[in-house]
């Protein structure tokens, strides 16, 4: 199976901040991935597929790159409605298997 | 618009069934592979499995966790997805969801979600 490694699993930052998640598969899995947000008691959101892809509807502040195996979800400045828990998904290879998961918290 | 509402959770003994639906509104259900992906009380996502659709012979895939005790089915006719859960397990307790093709680099749809609990 692959295995995502997220991280952090979660960090503290202010309205305004840069924020960076990471995802490390195991092995590759092309560009097939997605990032998603979920805020308790919720359904997840997509954000990001294939990698790199903005959602539809979704701020041009997410943005997700890719370099080998190593995959980010980048949050330019964040807002108030972005304080949430960010997992990423990888569909290249069954089992899919998502990330641990990142908690982004107010400072 | 695209709705995907589940039913079928609650209290169940260990090494009890129990049947989750899915049941989907808002577009050409027999076009897409459905997902069922769940979490845990206070933790992450785990995805639990999918079926295609009838140009792939419904076929289906499960996470390791699941396989052999869940099975993934449909009924175009009814724009029902289904989740048949067998032998539960108490780390079966979680809030279940259906999705349309995560996979698919097209809208992002997913259930409000329904709740299994699994405890004597």
């Known amino acids: 199976d692959i295995q995502m490694t997220q991280s952090p699993s979660s960090l503290s930052a202010s309205v305004g901040d840069r924020v960076t998640i990471t995802c490390r598969a195991s092995?590759?899995?092309?560009?097939?991935l997605g990032w998603y947000q979920q805020k308790p008691g919720k359904a997840p959101k997509r954000l990001i597929y294939?990698?790199?892809s903005l959602q539809s509807g979704v701020p041009s502040r997410f943005s997700g790159s890719a370099s080998g195996t190593e995959f980010t979800l980048t949050i330019s400045s964040l807002q108030p409605e972005d304080f949430a828990t960010y997992y990423c998904?990888?569909?290249?290879?069954?089992?899919?298997?998502f990330g641990q998961g990142t908690k982004v918290e107010i400072k | 618009e695209v709705q995907l509402v589940e039913s079928g959770g609650g209290l169940v003994q260990p090494g009890g069934s129990l049947r989750l639906s899915c049941a989907a509104s808002?577009?050409?259900?027999?076009?897409?592979?459905m997902d069922w992906v769940r979490q845990a009380p206070g933790k992450g996502l785990e995805w639990i499995g999918r079926t295609r659709d009838k140009a792939h012979s419904y076929t289906t895939e499960y996470a390791a966790s699941v396989k052999g005790r869940f099975t993934i089915s449909r009924d175009d006719s009814k724009n029902s997805l289904y989740l048949q859960m067998n032998s539960l397990k108490i780390e079966d307790t979680a809030v279940y969801y259906c999705?349309?093709?995560?996979?698919?680099?097209?809208?992002?749809?997913w259930g409000q979600g329904t709740l299994v609990t699994v405890s004597s």
């Open positions: 999705a349309r093709d995560l996979a698919a680099r097209g809208g992002d749809y």
């Open positions: 998904l990888q569909h290249d290879s069954y089992p899919w298997t």
């Open positions: 808002g577009f050409t259900f027999s076009d897409y592979y």
């Open positions: 092995q590759g899995i092309r560009n097939d």
């Open positions: 294939a990698a790199s």
